[in-house]
């Protein structure tokens, strides 16, 4: 059985996409067989992994909308045992269609239980890229997931809205899945240098005692260059800092899962 994470925080540029692209390519390099579905209609995901968006036949809106087979739509990438689920600009449409849908939290679970029940080598792993906002793409992830990655910018406002966010959880768990389970917060964009980063990081494990990921990812230039390159960090540099660290992050992620 594929264990499904969703990277969901309704920030924008906290680095949920950097973490679910990166993250992703490390399970799947150290022999786990992994999906990324890209849920965001910008895309970030699907181009990061070289994906060119204009010359794709389907993406992940002809799933959840138009009933088409997720194996249509899933894509090889660079990385073997790593395959994408893409997202275009359509899958902004989806968010809206998906409203007036019956059973319409459940959408992307249902499509992911009958594309995974029929792969002969299942994954072991999915990993879903969300956008920012707590919309109804992100209910359906967490509907979906059986466990939540939280991405926290080491920056002063990180601590603001991880309230409603968890509140946004506990009421999934109590309504829409109650198999969810918090895996952890991740701390992005850490600075060493500056006391703020190292500041934020004590808040945040002060107030999530235990589910703090140990593993804390630097600001790296290389990181942030990698996804305009259309590859992970391990293929862009994999002597950097970034490539290191991301490597440690997907073994703590399958130490957690168990
Ligand atoms: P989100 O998906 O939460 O909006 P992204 O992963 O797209 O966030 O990150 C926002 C921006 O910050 C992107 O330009 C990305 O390349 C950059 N970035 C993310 N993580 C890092 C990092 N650790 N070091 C340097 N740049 C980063
Ligand atoms: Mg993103």
């Known amino acids: 059985m594929a264990h499904i994470i969703a990277i969901t925080n309704q920030k924008g540029g906290v680095g949920k996409t950097t973490t679910a692209v990166n993250v992703s390519a490390c399970l799947a390099e150290s022999g786990k ?24 036949e389907t993406n992940l809106y002809d799933c959840l909308i138009e009933g088409r087979p997720m194996e249509d739509v899933v894509q090889p990438t660079m990385i073997k045992k790593l395959s994408l689920v893409p997202a275009t600009m359509d899958v902004a449409g989806a968010a809206v269609e998906l409203v007036t849908m019956e059973d319409r939290e459940y959408i992307l679970k249902k499509a992911l239980q009958a594309y995974l029940g029929q792969v002969k080598k299942s994954y072991d792993y999915v990993v879903i890229d969300c956008p920012p906002s ?4 992100t209910l359906n992830a967490l509907a979906a997931a059986d ?5 926290v910018q080491c920056e002063f406002y ?24 918090l895996l952890g ?3 992005t964009m850490y600075d060493g240098r500056t006391n703020l980063s190292i500041q934020v990081t004590e808040e945040v494990k002060k107030y999530f005692s235990g589910k703090v990921f140990h593993t804390i990812i630097p600001r790296n230039v290389r990181l942030g260059e990698a996804p305009s390159h259309g590859e992970p960090i ?12 991301y490597t440690k992050l997907a073994k703590e992620v399958i130490r957690r899962v168990g």
């Open 134 to 137: 707590l919309g109804l793409l």
């Open 33 to 56: 067989r992994t999906l990324l579905v890209d849920l965001d209609p910008q895309g970030n995901a699907t181009s990061g992994l070289g994906v060119d968006k204009a010359s794709l």
């Open 185 to 187: 917060l991740l701390m």
């Open 158 to 181: 990180a601590l603001e809205g991880l309230a409603q966010l968890m509140q946004t959880v506990d009421m999934v768990r109590d309504n829409l899945n109650s198999r969810l389970q």
């Open 147 to 151: 466990f939540v990655l939280i991405p």
């Open 234 to 245: 391990t293929i862009y540099d994999p002597h950097s800092r970034g490539a290191e660290v």
